[in-house]
């Protein structure tokens, strides 16, 4: 039941004094006026979240923070003008990428466009690759239910895409008497998230699974189901999957307006030209709230949330078996379960994330505090240690004020399909979104038009060649068939010049350095770079045929290089 | 003006530490064991010199880059005008070590060589 | 089919210049060696250091990198040994008496089995993460060696304007080579109070060019989300941390980070070969056996060096005696380690063998803080001085050589509980 506006103006006015405004356009509630701080504008829409309204919309201004728009692509053509699709998925994100392949199981015709260069570029590439075990999730909320129900499709669908899966497990350590005696209650609230499987592990077990954990351990909470895969290998397996089975994928496509007649989406313009679809999914991420409101249903605000993490050198993945942390009681309350240590699917230690409210939606800046946030987690285990960094990154979660998944059509445009809020945990959850959101496509789509399953859908993707994971033997075979495969260029993850050259002609191929990157581990290792990169350089332009001044390292503006002595004196600047 | 700065003699390995002082023009020159030291710092006061070394391309594949020195220092003064001289150049390949590339160098008196040999197939491999 | 495995006594990893030293002292030994080079050619970091400094010690002349690779190159050629460029090694077994290597080349896999290993896989570069640099990430952020690369082989400019971290000698060269070629140097910044390059390099890199160098400063962040649009510099205090009131916004769209080299050591951990905490690189007697038998190590590796003559020395030892390991069979080593005291950050080797027949020792060291006063080194056995050696200056940068030669190796007492080599670096008394 939503409290009463009169109640809420009360309990806002007693913590905020009159500084806001509320209202309730729709089922949601609206916040404006202004506050001091980002972080005391996100406690205000949380607070408001809990009067019972379906969402939160946020209009609280904060000095020196401006509202962002959408940087859209340089790129202009016009490929898209006058196209007609059944589906329009705005967004290639793991939501994106997911619903566009669960559609192209049906004689729909499809496409996903996504603004940046390649797939997964945004909060899809930067998390820890977790798929949760759903244990953390708040009972009854969408996260719990789509957690739980990803987690049991990922490992046959990371099989199906050609992608690694592993499942170390996730161990919550206990850090005192006190936590021990909680595990009745973990133990329950895993059983009402039907997480798969849990065990208490007692101090000893603890050390005999992990033998360098710290010795401030008394115990811990076990959860087998805890697995991870590589977030932006599988972003980009999941595209080339739908683009396989006929979805169109359009990278560097920017949404610059809907036009929309009768509560009903028209026509989508974009970068590339005008074109109409008959349904629309927002899968926008971080820019959700700003697609909503581009089709005039704002009816929730996102707030973003910061998370920083490091990878250690790959030598360290030898003294860590499990995804492991040691939550205190205090972040029961918390938001996000505080980050620990994470095993990544490709054998890197990953320790993170933190967490903190950010208003930029895609500022990825890291700073020194960042650090000294995740050195807890090294006293974890004794043998990590900082001097085993060898890079550190930054992502934006896009939180309602709920705290909770929207995945729903829209109350007020007809053909339009919601799916935000996406942050932890989000990757785990996502095929269990995407089968959803299909349903509902399907049951709209079916009745304006005739849809069936298509007969000849291919669910496997080929995996790509990794060659440091094959045998001599099959390495031996490999090179025979192109030498290439033997011409290590990335010696500190053994990656092979034709695998580079590989993920230039993908079906959704590479464009730029970084793009290479995420699809083969080149600049990933400890070099982090330092000894790949010219090479890669001169692969990439040779590929693509272009001046190796014009290489990027993530899209437009972007080039690593800025002159070419090769050039004669007058353009030798590019 | 007064600029004050330290440096150390090349001259022969003993390396002493010179001082070099200008005041409004003035030079003094301290520190030295002997006359040369006094002939080197102000040498690298009044007229630095140094090798230049860079490359050049190939003439029929311009992304091929041959590296080269000068004989002997030349002017810091004229590495400038030397670097515009040298980058116009391209040059057939093969090329031998040692081979001259510039003759005269501004009329300095000085050659530009190649400090490698490079054929069409080598210049990434080694030669066989 | 695989290749069938092939036998060899001595393989060496790496051809710059400590591998082809090691290859070509092997090879004059009689023994049968190959040399496995990861990158299109042999030479190593040499080749893309076109700059000029090279070789005064081993040659008595001043080479470029090419040049001094030239003639390290050739000579091996001479002396028949094989270089396998594009030769990766994924892997090393270590058997009964050998070694078995898995390369990976174009012409497939090759398995190599060595009787010994000379490991001269060189150093890398510290990055701007293992720095801490913060901020943004966009491109246009290089390491020293990356853009040398760059310029000198693939003839790229990596900017117009750039503003350098790090004022080791790579930096310098770099500082010089990008001003030379139109960029923009807006500065080179120091951490600490002094550069730690050549006293040469800083006038002819820097001075001569007009490049200011802000010591005590740092590089805090960089701004831009695509392409390097800033960078912020600040002054450091006496801990090296940022005074961010001094913090100051430098557009630039370059940085170039020359801010230290970590010794390669991935096979050697691999083998389980010990490894000294403070070079980072294995642990090695005077004739640069590892504490692995078999194991030798040299060059950059070891532990990195600001003069290429010194590694190229290191690689013939090593060479040498790998050859004779191969070749005689494996003698028992009596290990005496050398132990360092005070001022000295380390000493390479950490150990002598008395046992064995090199009946000297070349040794190198670095000092952890500036002595601008005349100092003492000693070098003691069993409480009794045996040699002593004077130094005018010594800075923690400059890789410094001595030499303990015949008479003082065979005064070095038999091991028993007690003897150690003992180096103290003592003031010189003004009397």
């Not at chain 1, 000893?204 to 189901?225: C, D, M, N, W």
Request: hydrophobic residues 40%; contains cysteine; proline residues 4%.
């Amino acid at each position: 039941m939503a409290t009463s506006l009169e109640k809420i103006q009360s309990v806002m006015t007693k913590k905020y004094g009159s500084a806001l405004e509320i209202s309730t356009p729709g089922s949601s509630i609206r916040l404006e006026g202004s506050l001091d701080t980002y972080q005391m504008k996100v406690e205000a829409g949380w607070t408001a979240a809990r009067f019972g309204y379906k969402a939160v919309i946020n209009d609280i201004t904060v000095p020196d923070v401006q509202e962002e728009t959408i940087a859209c692509s340089s790129y202009v053509d016009n490929v898209l003008e006058r196209l007609h699709f059944d589906v329009a998925i705005i967004g290639g994100g793991v939501i994106g990428t997911s619903i566009a392949r669960e559609l192209s199981k049906w004689n729909m015709k499809i496409i996903l466009i996504e603004k940046e260069e390649d797939v997964g570029v945004h909060t899809s590439s930067r998390n820890d690759g977790m798929i949760h075990d759903g244990f953390a999730a708040k009972p009854g909320t969408l996260k719990a239910l789509y957690n739980v129900r990803g987690n049991r499709l990922w490992e046959p669908l990371a099989s199906d895409l050609g992608i690694g899966f592993k499942r170390p497990g996730s161990l919550l350590l206990f850090s005192n008497p006190a936590m021990k005696a909680l595990y009745p209650l973990m133990a329950d609230r895993a059983k009402r998230n039907e997480v798969d499987g849990w065990e208490f592990w007692s101090r000893e077990r603890v050390i005999a699974e992990e033998p360098y954990v710290t010795s401030k351990q008394h115990g811990g909470f076990f959860l087998p189901s805890a697995a991870v895969i590589s977030p932006y290998k599988a972003t980009v397996a999941l595209a080339e999957s739908a683009m396989l089975n006929g979805a169109k994928l359009m990278t560097s496509t920017c949404l610059t307006g809907f036009e929309i007649e009768h509560n009903t989406i028209r026509r989508l313009h974009t970068n590339r030209g005008i074109c109409t679809a008959s349904i629309v999914i927002n899968a926008s991420g971080n820019w959700a709230d700003i697609i909503a409101e581009m089709a005039h249903d704002r009816f929730f605000s996102l707030h973003h949330r910061r998370g920083t993490e490091c990878i250690l050198d790959m030598e360290s993945s030898r003294w860590q078996q499990h995804i492991m942390s040691m939550p205190s009681i205090l972040q029961v309350r918390e938001k996000t379960k505080g980050g620990g240590i994470v095993l990544t699917e490709e054998g890197n230690v990953l320790i993170g994330p933190t967490a903190e409210e950010h208003p930029g939606r895609e500022q990825y800046t890291t700073s020194p505090s960042d650090m000294i946030k995740l050195k807890k987690h090294f006293t974890l285990n004794s043998k990590l240690s900082m001097d085993q960094i060898i890079t550190y990154f930054c992502g934006v979660r896009p939180c309602t004020y709920e705290e909770d998944f929207i995945v729903g059509p829209s109350d007020n445009i007809s053909n339009l399909i919601h799916v935000a809020g996406i942050q932890s945990p989000g990757l785990a959850s996502a095929p269990a979104i995407a089968a959803d959101v299909a349903e509902m496509v399907i049951a709209k789509a079916k009745t304006f038009m005739e849809i069936q399953p298509k007969a000849n859908w291919i669910p496997k993707r080929t995996a790509d060649i990794i060659t440091r994971r094959l045998s001599l033997e099959a390495r031996d075979e490999l090179i025979r068939l192109d030498p290439s495969y033997g011409k290590i260029i990335c010696r500190c993850e053994q990656v092979s010049e034709k695998e580079v050259v590989n993920a230039l002609h993908s079906t959704l191929p590479a464009t730029s350095l970084d793009a290479v990157k995420r699809r083969t581990r080149v600049q990933m290792g400890r070099c982090h770079g330092g000894f790949c990169t010219a090479r890669c350089i001169d692969i990439i332009a040779r590929e693509l045929h272009i001046d190796a001044c014009d290489v990027v390292k993530k899209g437009p503006d972007s080039q690593i290089c800025k002159g070419n002595m090769s050039h004669d004196e007058t353009n030798r600047i590019c | 003006m007064i600029k004050e700065r330290c440096i150390t003699c090349i001259i022969c390995p003993k390396g002493c530490r010179i001082s070099i002082s200008q005041i409004d023009g003035e030079l003094t020159i301290d520190g030295y064991q002997c006359s040369r030291g006094n002939d080197y710092a102000r040498q690298v006061v009044e007229f630095p010199v140094q090798m230049l070394t860079t490359t050049v391309s190939a003439s029929h594949d311009h992304h091929i880059r041959i590296p080269v020195k000068t004989t002997r220092e030349i002017p810091v003064n004229t590495i400038k005008e030397a670097m515009r001289k040298i980058r116009a150049v391209r040059i057939a390949l093969p090329v031998r070590i040692g081979e001259v590339i510039v003759e005269n160098l501004l009329d300095l008196d000085v050659d530009v060589i190649a400090t490698d040999s490079v054929t069409p197939h080598n210049w990434r491999n080694h030669e066989s | 089919m695989m290749k069938p495995i092939e036998y060899v006594d001595v393989v060496v990893l790496g051809s710059g210049p400590a591998g082809l030293a090691a290859a070509f002292a092997s090879a004059k030994q009689g023994a049968n060696t190959v040399v496995l080079e990861r990158q299109e050619r042999p030479g190593g970091i040499l080749k893309q250091c076109i700059h000029d400094g090279f070789g005064n010690l081993r040659y008595n002349e001043t080479l470029t990198g090419p040049e001094y690779a030239y003639r390290e190159i050739q000579q091996v050629i001479a002396a028949l040994v094989p270089i396998r460029t594009n030769c990766f090694v994924a892997s090393v077994e270590h058997g009964e008496h050998h070694f078995l290597l898995n390369c990976i080349s174009p012409s497939g896999i090759e398995r190599i089995s060595a009787r010994a290993l000379v490991l001269a896989t060189g150093c890398r570069e510290r990055t701007d993460r293992q720095v801490f640099i913060h901020g943004d990430r966009p491109a246009g952020i290089f390491t020293a060696g990356l853009a040398q690369r760059l310029i000198n082989i693939d003839g790229l400019i990596p900017g117009n304007r750039a503003v350098i971290l790090g004022s080791g000698d790579i930096g310098l060269i770099m500082a010089r080579r990008l001003s030379i070629e139109g960029v923009q140097v807006e500065g080179v910044h120091e951490i600490r109070h002094e550069s730690s390059g050549l006293k040469r390099n800083i006038q002819q890199c820097l001075e001569d060019f007009d490049i200011p160098l802000y010591v005590q400063s740092t590089v805090t962040s960089v701004v831009g989300s695509q392409r390097v649009k800033a960078v912020h510099v600040a002054a450091v205090d006496v801990k090296n941390m940022p005074i961010m009131s001094t913090e100051q916004y430098i557009p630039c769209d370059t940085l170039i980070l020359s801010v230290g080299l970590i010794p390669e050591n991935e096979l050697a951990h691999s083998l389980d070969v010990p490894i000294d905490p403070v070079t980072k690189g294995p642990v090695v007697d005077h004739v640069m056996h590892t504490m692995v038998d078999g194991v030798f190590a040299c060059g950059n590796c070891v532990h990195v060096s600001d003069l290429v003559d010194y590694v190229s020395e290191s690689g013939s030892i090593a060479g040498k005696h790998a050859a004779a390991w191969a070749l005689d069979g494996c003698a028992d080593r009596t290990l005496v380690p050398v132990s360092r005291a005070g001022n000295l950050a380390y000493v390479v080797p950490q150990m002598i063998d008395t046992s064995s027949p090199q009946r000297s020792a070349s040794c190198y060291f670095r000092v952890r803080h500036t002595i601008e006063r005349t100092t003492q080194l000693r070098i003691n056995s069993e409480g009794q001085q045996l040699d002593c050696l004077t130094f005018d200056e010594l800075y923690p940068p400059q890789m410094e050589r001595f030499a303990i030669n015949e008479t003082i190796f065979s005064s070095i007492k038999q091991p028993s509980a007690d003897i150690s080599i003992e180096l103290v670096l003592v003031e010189a008394s003004h009397d």
